[in-house]
């Protein structure tokens, strides 16, 4: 393979801390990155304390994990039940008690490197794996084909099988990937070579954590294994994230760059259905190449040298037909997919690219315009010594976006709630990061509105006055609270209890509040922002102070709690369909809950404002109501017209609900709401005609 001629690396020399910011803005700053993991690292530790020995731990994994937030990319999730262990000899089951814990054996003597067999020890509760189960060499496996089956849409019901994964897309091209798994506390002895080539890169302590925090097994089988239907491949996803996080931020960044080639140009010149490089295969080359200390000095001025450096170790395994995985080396990633003529194809057109020099990445839509402002030498007085850091109003969307993300899929009752709030306690004892109090405030706040509706539930029916009293004085404090060191939003759900126990004056004296904040020209909602006013109003202020008055998100009401009876059909129906929560538009709640009390106290207030969320659904492109929240949106509007006694107009947008994606499954109470209006109107027009 012959070298690259001298000009070319003149051109990465001169070009290399221009594409270097280019990526920073593309992929994020090392601020942004903390911002991200931190949060993300906060809600692991949550979720890990609260489920340490039963229930189903949840982990984002694969680059959402890592830190990228690249448009059109996918989010990965893997979940496990916690009461199932994975053991790799015989010698480990002494760690568990058989009585909670259901062991499965790791048996890879007939499996080719990097899968497995898993052969049940210990009989299982779950009815996928007991439904899953098959005999080979009469002994009880879980065949990871029909497992996969089985489990494919547990978590997202429109999901189609992807791999070891369930796959589904939301509106805007969104997808994500489900795959339900299973763990080991102990590291496979199959990559025990990798901890023996770790003398540079990772640091000792980062393998080490690694190596303690085990392995998982997904559901997929080798295509060329004696037991393809039953394997499953060891999964490293967890050790994945971890090695990526101890990469400097050159290196994440020459990573990012790898994702945008594979993405902009190695695929855009493939077939789409015969795409045979994928992003693991660049996480691989990076990893190699770091470890093998040809990125040790990478820094802003040699980043594109640096990125040549992983194009051709790529391009030389493109040429041997072998990508060695990073910790199962004997497991070649290129075995079934790149070999032959595909393999002979695909080298050629990285070999063209490669003898194109720097040029190819001109094919890079994300970078090209970098790259031809610096060429025509344009922008050397913009990028020449600028300091890569994000002003405070892309520091404050980014970190209020990423500590919303937390709790997100928590289900909640007052035993885990109190749960929460004790190991929120001692983390907050512990030597935590800025970004992470901020994101355990967030944590925090949504805890306290849980457990105050569901004290009231719980204490709504009885008899005794006095125990209602005193949980109707702790449920207004938690929310109260909830709301101090909340968002602008977190108000609303003081006002949704105050509607709910009857008081509408206290809940409208918060509704405009309300009105007033959401209406401030400063506003943070969706990431949208006016960037001059938000620093005029709010900048250089505590984080607190800005949370309450300039930040607002939707209102997400968990299905296994009563907010309004006025909702109860839709939450019973999502809940049925296992979705765990319903997320509202702030501004269509605020009109809602503003028609709901003025409907007890003033009908011309509350035609007025039935009319403010009538122009909102209809009207609105996206900004305020967003696409993948139209279904409730529009069910909501019908809801109103209906108590309004609308009939036409509640028929309408009833029948546009059922239009919409539906994201939150409530297509049934949709439809009974409007089957009953069409009976309700027939009957009484035979009755009008009598």
């Known amino acids: 393979m012959e070298s690259v001629p001298s000009e070319i690396y003149d051109g990465m020399q001169h070009m290399s801390e221009p594409v270097f910011e280019c990526m920073c803005e593309i992929v994020g700053t090392s601020q942004q990155l903390a911002i991200r993991r931190e949060a993300m690292d906060i809600g692991d530790v949550l979720d890990r304390q609260v489920k340490s020995s039963s229930g189903v731990r949840e982990m984002i994994s694969g680059s959402f994990r890592e830190g990228f937030r690249l448009k059109q990319s996918d989010v990965d999730y893997m979940y496990w039940s916690n009461n199932h262990r994975v053991i790799l000899d015989m010698s480990q089951s002494k760690y568990y008690n058989t009585d909670n814990t259901t062991l499965i054996l790791s048996d890879s003597s007939e499996s080719p490197p990097g899968f497995t067999l898993l052969q049940l020890l210990t009989p299982s509760r779950d009815e996928d794996i007991q439904s899953a189960c098959t005999k080979v060499n009469d002994r009880d496996y879980i065949s990871s084909s029909v497992y996969r089956q089985l489990t494919c849409s547990a978590i997202l019901s429109n999901a189609t099988e992807h791999g070891p994964c369930g796959s589904s897309s939301m509106p805007g091209g969104q997808e994500y990937d489900t795959a339900i798994c299973f763990v080991s506390d102990f590291w496979h002895p199959s990559a025990s070579s990798w901890i023996n080539r770790c003398h540079s890169w990772p640091d000792p302590e980062v393998v080490d954590n690694i190596v303690r925090n085990g392995c998982h097994f997904v559901a997929i089988g080798h295509p060329l294994g004696l037991h393809e239907k039953n394997e499953w491949r060891i999964s490293f996803s967890q050790a994945e994230f971890k090695i990526v996080y101890s990469m400097n931020h050159c290196q994440f960044l020459i990573y990012g760059l790898l994702k945008l080639f594979l993405k902009e140009v190695i695929n855009r010149q493939s077939d789409k259905n015969n795409t045979r490089l994928c992003s693991y295969h660049m996480k ?106 994000i002003s405070e109003v892309d520091f404050d969307l980014e970190l209020f976006d990423e500590a919303n993300r937390i709790g997100n899929t928590l289900t909640p009752d007052l035993h885990r709630c109190a749960k929460y709030l004790h190991i929120v306690e001692m983390l907050i004892g512990s030597h935590l990061r800025g970004n992470q109090v901020v994101t355990l405030q967030r944590f925090t706040s949504m805890i306290f509105q849980f457990t105050a509706f569901i004290l009231h539930n719980k204490f709504v029916s009885t008899c005794d006055n006095k125990q209602m009293y005193i949980a109707d004085k702790i449920s207004c ?51 949208h922002v006016d960037r001059k006013r938000y620093a005029e109003a709010i900048g250089g202020q505590s984080w607190s102070k800005k949370m309450r008055n300039a930040m607002a998100r939707d209102i997400k009401l968990d299905n296994s709690i009563c907010y309004i009876r006025e909702l109860i059909l839709e939450q019973q129906c999502s809940l049925q369909n296992e979705v765990p929560a319903i997320f509202i538009p702030v501004f269509v709640m605020l009109h809602f809950l503003e028609f709901l009390c003025y409907k007890c106290i003033d009908s011309t207030l509350s035609k007025a404002a039935l009319n403010r969320l009538q122009d909102l659904v209809h009207n609105d492109q996206g900004l305020f109501v967003p696409e993948i929240f139209k279904d409730i949106s529009w069910e909501i509007l019908g809801i109103c017209q209906q108590i309004a006694g609308n009939s036409q107009a509640s028929l309408y947008s009833l029948s546009q609900s059922l239009k919409q994606y539906p994201h939150h499954e409530i297509q049934t109470a949709t439809q009974g709401r409007r089957n009953f209006r069409m009976w309700f109107n027939i009957v009484k027009s035979l009755l009008v005609n009598k």
């Open 477 to 527: 404090h938690m929310l109260k609270l909830a709301a101090n060191f909340g968002c602008v939003s977190d108000m609303l759900y003081i006002a949704m209890y105050y509607y709910k126990t009857l008081r509408y004056r206290e809940a409208l004296s918060f509704i405009e509040l309300i009105k007033i904040k959401l209406a401030q020209p400063y506003l943070m909602y969706k990431g």
């Open 284 to 389: 691989t080359a990076i990893f190699w190449a770091i470890q093998q200390n040809t990125l040790s000095q990478c820094c802003p001025q040699n980043f594109l040298a640096s990125f040549w450096v992983c194009f051709k170790l790529l391009l030389k395994w493109v040429y041997e037909g072998v990508c060695p995985s990073f910790f199962i080396p004997q497991n070649n990633l290129f075995s079934t997919k790149i070999c032959g003529s595909a393999q002979h194809h695909l080298f050629r057109q990285l070999h063209k690219l490669y003898k194109n020099g720097l040029a190819c990445l001109l094919q890079s839509s994300s970078i090209r315009f970098y790259l031809m402002l610096v060429d025509s030498n344009i922008g050397a007085s913009i990028f020449k010594d600028k300091c890569i850091v």
